[in-house]
């Protein structure tokens, strides 16, 4: 059984810094590109970034360029998100999630193809 498990979600200040991390247990993490996402009230769940297997492959989505950098520690089963410069349209339910093409060597921040998801860390970010 997959689990995911995300962390370091809080409330920050408008130019502050956090970083995400999540856990994943259940299948050999670098063979699974991994992706970050975020939704917020009344809004589409969104592709933040995301890696492959390797790390040699990274997509963001524009708002987000520049100020975010997604990494990943295959040894340690974890993904990590560092969000700096954070602006308050960046608020939203972060979740971390496993693209079920095992093996597959690029990533893509579409939702539909993403097996395994975690419940999510709350990032907020104060004006």
């Known amino acids: 059984q997959v689990h995911v498990v995300e962390s370091g979600g809080g409330l920050v200040q408008a130019g502050g810094s956090l970083r995400l991390s999540c856990t994943v247990s259940?299948?050999?993490?670098?063979?699974?590109?991994m992706g970050w996402f975020r939704q917020a009230p009344g809004k589409e769940r969104e592709g933040v970034s995301c890696?492959?297997?390797?790390?040699?492959?990274?997509s963001y989505r524009d708002s987000v360029k520049g100020r975010f950098t997604i990494s990943r520690d295959n040894a340690k089963n974890t993904l990590y998100l560092q969000m700096n410069s954070l602006l308050p349209e960046d608020t939203a339910m972060y979740y971390c999630a496993a693209d079920g093409r095992r093996g597959y060597g690029g990533c893509s921040r579409a939702d539909v193809i993403y097996d395994y998801w975690g419940q999510g860390t709350q990032v907020t970010v104060s004006s």
């Open positions: 890696i492959n297997g390797r790390g040699g492959f990274i």
């Open positions: 259940g299948l050999t993490f670098d063979d699974y590109p």
